[in-house]
């Protein structure tokens, strides 16, 4: 029980925390501007020399085999609804991390979303 | 700080574009690795005709183009709005599979995932009715 309670918290921080580097990158990019091909490529390579970014793919690396050694171990009735937390995990995040203001209406919205997600992966077992 | 009333249209049109993406990638690559099966073995050879079998799969390169061009929305999106604003909107996706599943394949949605795509769609209406950015450029 110790172990898929470790994969749990792996897949919800490292998956979740991955994204959120990500996001913490493309704030150090800044708001793209054009849309050109040859701009989105200059953009990319930009993200790619940031470090943040770099940990996100590590992170997010980590959250899916997490995910695959979970699913070897639990059944996936368990295990995907579960994972329809990561999203108050990532607003969370968001505000603690990225300095985001998540007001009481987007936790609202937050809280509604994993209710429906947790609802979908249950019905369509 | 950037106020982002005046392009919201990016933010849900890319949205859009990593629901649709998202899921069609994911698709793509789990249909190409079953026609391809697993590899007949971890020695040198069976890995070579594994990869050669994966880079010669149309399907494989299309799936991986999706998922590529998810990433790539995913990026631009974060570029101009709040992860707490993006990754609940996203769920969209699950209610997108839910409502293709039962109007193009016949699939039967149950009373229970049914009340969970409502439920989503409420969220997300609820998150974007509050301001898309709220924190500056770190640059």
């Known amino acids: ?125 | 700080m950037q106020t982002f009333a005046r392009v919201p249209w990016k933010v849900y049109l890319l949205i859009m574009v990593m629901v649709i993406l998202g899921p069609l990638g994911n698709v793509l690559l789990g249909k190409g690795m079953k026609r391809i099966g697993v590899a007949s073995g971890w020695n040198q050879a069976g890995l070579l005709h594994f990869l050669t079998q994966l880079s010669g799969s149309g399907v494989i390169w299309l799936g991986l183009l999706c998922l590529m061009a998810f990433f790539t929305a995913y990026m631009l999106v974060l570029s101009w709005a709040d992860y707490s604003y993006v990754q609940p909107a996203s769920a969209v996706a699950y209610a997108m599979v839910a409502l293709l599943g039962h109007f193009l394949l016949g699939e039967v949605v149950t009373p229970v995932r049914w009340a969970g795509v409502l439920i989503i769609c409420l969220g997300v209406l609820v998150v974007g009715h509050t301001p898309p950015r709220t924190t500056e450029f770190r640059g």
């Open chain 1, 1 to 125: 029980m110790k172990n898929e309670i470790i994969l749990l918290l792996l897949i919800m921080v490292a998956g979740t925390g991955g994204e959120l580097c990500v996001a913490r990158t493309m704030q150090a990019v800044g708001p793209a501007t054009d849309l050109r091909p040859a701009a989105l490529i200059r953009l990319i390579l930009r993200a790619l020399r940031n470090g943040w970014m770099w940990l996100g793919f590590l992170l997010m690396t980590v959250g899916f085999f997490s995910l695959l050694e979970m699913l070897s171990l639990e059944n996936v009735s368990f295990v995907v609804p579960v994972t329809a937390l990561s999203y108050g995990f990532g607003a969370l995040g968001g505000k603690v991390f990225l300095r985001e203001q998540v007001t009481r209406k987007r936790w609202a919205g937050v809280l509604l979303v994993c209710l429906g997600v947790g609802l979908v992966l249950i019905g369509q077992r």
